[in-house]
């Protein structure tokens, strides 16, 4: 199984910073998640278990996760397997959802559509979804700017036109696509960890990740204790023809 680079040095080192600095999701974006899911549901590409946790009270679900330090901290899936999108370890046809959160960007798309369907039940669904930071609010785009996010490519996965990816696999219907503002509260001590969690930053040498973390911080300095972090939950869902 191949993982992309970046995410296997940054996530494997990042993993306890993205547990405690990774926001959860709006109950609105659980809900409607939900809606579209039944049965037994697949999350894949885990990560740290933040949204599988959301699932499992009220669905059976398996949890893929390819980076060991990432799949450890998942604990309470009905079961934990090492497996990528392109390679699930799963029997064809064997759940009836598949959700993806925070991670399809890292996916080779084709490869992964084709494997998703695979393990999908006739007209079972697809979702995917992601916490995009809201840069219209000017210290989260300064923030950004910092960080350096949008040189990353990666980063860019609210501009891909999912609906097109998901069309050229032949292997879905129509896609819908939902979004849901919230804030995420937090103080100085999670900012720091957001900033840690992010996977280049993870990657970087200590003294290197550590001057960033200061700098994001000196844009909460005159904050209260606590803040609001702004976020778009950005919800893409499909099913298997």
Not at 20 to 49: F, M, N
Not at 65 to 94: H, N, Q, W, Y
Request: charged share 25%; proline share 5%; with cysteine.
């Amino acid at each position: 199984m191949t993982i992309p680079e970046p995410a296997r040095v940054g996530f494997g080192a990042g993993a306890d910073a993205y547990a405690r600095g990774r926001p959860s999701y709006p109950a609105d974006a659980v809900a409607y998640v939900l809606s579209k899911v039944s049965g037994t549901v697949l999350d894949l590409a885990a990560g740290t278990g933040i949204f599988t946790s959301l699932l499992t009270p009220h669905r059976e679900v398996i949890a893929v996760e390819p980076v060991e330090s990432m799949r450890a901290k998942i604990t309470d899936a009905a079961r934990v397997l090492d497996g990528t999108a392109e390679s699930i370890p799963l029997d064809d046809s064997s759940v009836d959802a598949v959700t993806v959160a925070q991670a399809f960007h890292w996916f080779r798309f084709d490869e992964a559509l084709a494997e998703i369907a695979r393990v999908l039940r006739p007209a079972g669904s697809l979702v995917m979804l992601w916490n995009r930071r809201d840069e219209s609010v000017p210290w989260v785009n300064r923030m950004s700017e910092v960080i350096n996010w949008r040189s990353h490519q990666i980063s860019q996965y609210d501009r891909i036109d999912w609906a097109a990816v998901i069309a050229e696999s032949g292997r879905y219907g129509e896609v819908e696509h939902r979004s849901f503002s919230w804030e995420h509260v937090i103080d100085r001590g999670l900012l720091a960890e957001r900033v840690r969690s992010v996977s280049y930053v993870a990657a970087m040498d200590h003294a290197e990740r550590e001057a960033l973390v200061t700098e994001v911080l000196s844009l909460a300095a005159d904050f209260p204790e606590t803040f609001p972090m702004p976020y778009n939950t950005l919800v893409w869902c499909t099913t298997r023809s």
